[in-house]
């Protein structure tokens, strides 16, 4: 909702200057439990971490912090530059050869985060003649994308490939590859994550692709939760699909979860990277990814490549957090990667069993609106790869014990 937009008064009503009518919204905040605040964390804590998204435990991995700092000795702190001026190195080239080569993609680019890639992807294939249609449940940044894109955006129900194909038909687009041709984008263009990051749930990827082929649309994933975790040792839900490489499908995914590092990247078609290069304004108009995350990055991929486990071991653990919360009575949802909520009765309620969990030595993720699609409050827990069964059942102990009552 735009709430900041309702509150304009002219200025002789503003008793408190130009930004007096914060003061209001934040009460309302408060009254609905939604503030939000920030909590610095210590480098080093004892609370056992389930609201991070380090699902392959690579964030503090030797190697991967290694080739990080040695890209930060090599190349320096900065990329100094957006990516067509100087923010280009060897190692951007190198990590983009090797991301699309692991997930089966002919191209990749990468950005200075999973935000960035996804407002490039989307607004870059796109423009006023397109018609973009969207899950309900998309993040964000795709959300943001459409709403820069300046294209007809059709909502439809999450999930639903049936309404997919109703939105696509409904506007009768021909199965034509040509778009207007002036930069302003393609004909129609589907756009999904491949897993939904508040309740962890994979997108009907294969329907979704058939629904775009029968009316000649375009289909965009948002791999952010699926790339090291889906697919065969953790190639991404576009793979496991067997959509990787396909010539209509595009994919975006984020560097900072499965690969533990910073930054993101759009997979496709080499003629789709090569039109973002040209016309996407979150790649020309940023400074390039900073090496040590594009060196973390690739350090990260070439240890998922030997030890392909990881991304099973993380989805098992995500499983075992279900089976157990459903055991104990819990409203969790069944995930199909790493991530697993479960609901609570308020915003309130939620913030203070996040809190009793805390106190209790559990650190986990606290989602209320507007961040859920449904307006729905949860507790967001992410399964990990190096998580022990031991620790599984202590943490499905304390969020038990402390649940408030449903
Ligand atoms: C589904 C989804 N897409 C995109 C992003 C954005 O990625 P990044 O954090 O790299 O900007 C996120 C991360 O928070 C996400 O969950």
Same mark, same amino acid.
């Given at each position: ?208 692709? &058939? @629904?775009?082929? /029968?009316?000649? #649309? *375009? +289909?965009? %994933? ?6 090291? =975790? ?61 090496? &040590? @995350?594009?060196? /973390?990055?690739? #350090? *990260? +991929?070439? %240890? ?6 990881? =991304? ?95």
């Amino acid at each position: 909702m735009d709430s900041g937009s309702q509150q304009h008064r002219p200025p002789d009503e503003r008793p408190d200057g130009p930004f007096g009518w914060i003061a209001a919204q934040d009460r309302a905040r408060r009254a609905a439990g939604l503030r939000r605040e920030l909590r610095p964390r210590a480098a080093e804590s004892a609370l056992l971490d389930l609201a991070g998204n380090d699902y392959l435990g690579l964030t503090r991995h030797p190697e991967v912090v290694r080739a990080g700092a040695d890209a930060c000795l090599r190349w320096g702190a900065g990329s100094t530059g957006s990516r067509l001026v100087t923010g280009s190195t060897a190692l951007h080239a190198e990590l983009e050869a090797e991301l699309a080569a692991f997930t089966g993609f002919e191209a990749a680019l990468v950005f200075a985060s999973g935000y960035a890639a996804n407002l490039a992807a989307v607004t870059a294939l796109t423009g006023p003649g397109t018609l973009l249609v969207s899950d309900a449940a998309n993040h964000a940044s795709l959300i943001d994308g459409c709403r820069l894109s300046r294209a007809t955006t059709e909502v439809v129900r999450h999930a639903d490939p049936e309404a997919v194909r109703k939105a696509l038909g409904a506007r009768a687009t021909p199965a034509s590859p040509a778009g207007p041709g002036s930069g302003s984008g393609g004909p129609a263009l589907v756009v999904s994550d491949a897993v939904f990051s508040v309740d962890g749930d994979a997108a009907p990827l294969r329907e979704l692709a &058939a @629904a775009c082929r /029968a009316y000649g #649309a *375009a +289909l965009l %994933l948002d791999d952010a939760h699926g790339l090291g =975790a889906m697919g065969d040792g953790g190639r991404g839900s576009a793979h496991g699909a067997g959509l990787a490489g396909a010539p209509d499908v595009v994919c975006t995914a984020t560097l900072s979860k499965s690969f533990g590092a910073q930054g993101g990247v759009v997979l496709g078609p080499a003629v789709v990277i090569e039109h973002l290069v040209n016309a996407a304004r979150t790649f020309i108009f940023d400074t390039g990814l900073a090496p &040590a @995350a594009a060196g /973390a990055a690739l #350090a *990260a +991929l070439r %240890l998922l490549e030997r030890e392909p486990e990881r =991304a099973t071991r993380a989805r098992q653990v995500a499983r075992e957090f279900h089976r157990l919360l459903t055991e104990r009575g819990l409203d969790a949802t069944a995930p199909d990667a790493c991530v697993v909520s479960v609901r609570a009765p308020s915003p309130d309620s939620a913030l203070a069993w996040a809190a009793r969990c805390r106190e209790e030595g559990l650190a986990v993720g606290c989602f209320r609106p507007p961040s859920v699609p449904d307006g729905v409050s949860r507790l967001r827990l992410t399964a990990r790869c190096d998580l022990s069964g031991s620790q599984v059942h202590r943490a499905v102990d304390v969020i038990a014990r402390t649940a408030p009552p449903h």
